[in-house]
């Protein structure tokens, strides 16, 4: 099985690449949280993998509040791999994982790390289309190699873009993730079609739809920026109308 986020589409192409090449099962981790699903049992060869962006060198929120009710029964050492894409580094958000599955006696057996096309845009531009393609098609050989070392079961550390000092670049830069988190930044304007988009796939529930237009009705979210990068009229952004960099959500992952 393969637990997965995304919000743009990177780490849901990954998955998707993955359990092709394994005929292992997709969990999507916006639909076990809302269903409260999180016991899961776990065949005797089975692979249990866990797909995921990393945010500020660390765990998306919500990936962290599902491991730590995560029950997986029937558990007696199998693979347990973790496959984490990002713009440059991963930092050590493998570390966070392994951390949290260690309290509950499971253990990691391999990591991967897949650069792809970084889409925080507060902080960074989207690249055009051919500059982002070119990203994709890098990351093509990387996910393929991932795939390969996934079927065999091959343990180890397999991540080439931990960062120079992993722990370090976590250490510094999570706690502002970790402690932030506000949706207060996001605005929407009169383009707003009422569509309803946004409100449907948020992952925490923070968006509902109030007089043809999303409000934020929690003071924190997961920051994954789903709303922003697939509202179909552009009309959802961070603090200011026409602030942000850009919009993306991967072209070859399923809508």
Not at 54 to 79: A, C, D, M, N, W
Not at 152 to 175: E, H, I, S
Request: with cysteine; proline share 6%; glycine share 10%.
């Amino acid at each position: 099985m393969i637990f997965y986020f995304s919000a743009t589409g990177n780490s849901r192409y990954t998955a998707e690449r993955i359990a092709s090449a394994t005929d292992d099962r997709l969990i999507f981790l916006r639909d076990a949280v809302r269903s409260r699903s999180y016991r899961y049992d776990v065949g005797r060869e089975e692979r249990v993998g866990f797909v995921a962006p990393v945010y500020f060198q660390g765990l998306p929120s919500i990936l962290r509040f599902f491991l730590e009710k995560l029950e997986l029964t029937g558990y007696t050492g199998q693979y347990i791999y973790v496959v984490l894409t990002c713009g440059q580094w991963t930092g050590d958000a493998a570390g966070q994982l392994s951390a949290l599955l260690e309290k509950k006696g499971l253990s990691v057996s391999a990591q991967f790390g897949i650069p792809m096309v970084d889409n925080y845009v507060p902080a960074f531009s989207i690249p055009g289309e051919e500059e982002a393609l070119r990203i994709l098609d890098g990351a093509e050989e990387t996910i393929g190699e991932a795939c390969r070392a996934i079927r065999a079961k091959g343990a180890g550390d397999y991540n080439r873009c931990r960062g120079p000092v992993p722990a370090l670049q976590t250490a510094l830069m999570y706690p502002v993730y970790a402690h932030g988190r506000s949706t207060a930044p996001f605005v929407v304007t009169d383009h707003c079609i009422g569509c309803g988009l946004c409100q449907e796939i948020c992952p925490c529930g923070a968006i509902l739809i109030s007089g043809g237009k999303p409000a934020w009705v929690k003071p924190k979210c997961v920051r994954c920026l789903g709303c922003l990068h697939r509202c179909p009229a552009q009309a959802i952004h961070w603090k200011k109308p026409g602030e942000e960099q850009g919009r993306y959500y991967n072209p070859r992952a399923e809508a």
